[in-house]
């Protein structure tokens, strides 16, 4: 029964293919986010969605399309992987906006490209 | 989104407590402060945000300064098992993410 949830944990590829990262929160809130931690572990956010609409995109390369078929899912899927998209990928869940905007994170999918 | 200055890296004993500092001169009236941590391998976890007085949960204290220019996060009996990253974020109400700076390495020793 964990809160939002991701798979896979792990994902390993070659350059060019496409792949697709699932998050799921049971936790009925409104707004999910995808974050992405680099090797120098610095966290920045890439997407937001609210209600299954896109409200933030951080200049994020038009290779990563988040998709959302309902508010508690927010896919993202990646085309023609380049060496530098490796990196731990994280999805969050909030309420929505307002004071008590607490994100909750999922555990991460650790992606490495080959 | 007001920047944040915390120490790189701190030490601590276990079972004492952890006082983590974090400097947000440029805070607005508007800008709460939140604090994050993330144990290794694991995604960041929420533990506590505050506006202008202090606050206490069942994770931690916060203790935000008068002129709301600084904070210190306490964690009154540190465990090994609070050994991570923790993130001092300042946010505005309504804004929609977090902005993550490099954090402070707290590491607790036995």
């Known amino acids: 029964d964990t809160a939002v949830s991701q798979t896979p944990k792990y994902l390993v590829t070659q350059m060019g293919n496409d792949k697709s990262i699932k998050c799921e929160q049971n936790l009925g809130h409104d707004t999910m986010y995808w974050y992405k931690q680099d090797s120098k572990k610095f966290l920045k956010i890439m997407f937001s969605y609210n209600n299954k609409e896109l409200i933030i995109n951080e200049t994020v390369p038009n290779r990563f399309s988040p998709k959302s078929p309902d508010k508690a899912h927010l896919n993202l899927h990646i085309n023609s992987l380049e060496l530098g998209d490796s990196a731990v990928y994280f999805c969050?869940?909030?309420?929505?906006?307002?004071?008590?905007?607490?994100?909750?994170f999922g555990a991460g999918t650790r992606l490495s490209v080959l | 989104d007001a920047k944040t200055t915390q120490p790189t890296s701190m030490d601590c004993a276990e079972g004492r407590a952890a006082n983590l500092p974090c400097n947000h001169s440029t805070i607005s009236g508007n800008e709460y402060v939140y604090w994050y941590r993330q144990i290794h391998s694991q995604g960041p976890q929420y533990i506590i945000h505050g506006l202008k007085n202090n606050e206490t949960n069942e994770m931690a204290s916060l203790i935000i300064t008068e002129d709301r220019k600084s904070s210190t996060l306490i964690l009154p009996h540190a465990t090994l098992r609070d050994t991570a990253v923790y993130y001092c974020i300042v946010r505005a109400q309504g804004a929609q993410k977090l902005v993550f700076g490099q954090g402070t390495r707290l590491t607790i020793n036995p």
């Open positions: 969050a869940s909030s309420q929505g906006p307002g004071r008590k905007n607490i994100q909750y």
